[in-house]
């Protein structure tokens, strides 16, 4: 099973910007598709964004699309999410899964392992 590390979590003001690192240990994640999710307090969690292993394609959702961008450096074995223009409704602890796909109600799902989670917290 892959251990997932979430890290840049933090407080940031109504349309700051913050980068989350997603690293592994004893794994590379090449070999695995990559998903941020999110989950606020007393809300489902969310399926934010998704990047191919192979092909690099990635998914984002509606609510961020424009604002988000989900990379990855192979050379650091570690998946990123660049949040630009934030907002307070972006506040929840943020998740990376591997196996991140599209559901059958066509929302992003993670179905392999799953990091701790980091806290981001928008001021407005």
């Known amino acids: 099973q892959v251990q997932l590390v979430e890290s840049g979590g933090g407080l940031v003001q109504t349309g700051g910007s913050l980068r989350l690192s997603c690293g592994a240990s004893g794994a590379t994640l090449d070999y695995f598709t990559i998903g941020w999710f999110r989950q606020a307090p007393g809300k489902e969690r969310e399926g934010v964004s998704c990047i191919d292993d192979k092909s690099g394609i990635t998914y984002n959702a509606d609510s961020v699309k424009g604002r988000f961008t989900i990379s990855r450096d192979k050379a650091k074995n570690t998946v990123y999410l660049q949040m630009n223009n934030l907002k307070p409704e972006d506040t929840a602890i943020y998740y990376c899964?591997?196996?991140?796909?599209?559901?059958?109600?066509?929302?992003?799902?993670?179905?392999?392992?799953w990091g701790q989670g980091t806290q981001v917290t928008v001021s407005s």
């Open positions: 899964a591997t196996d991140c796909a599209l559901n059958g109600y066509g929302a992003l799902a993670g179905f392999g392992s």
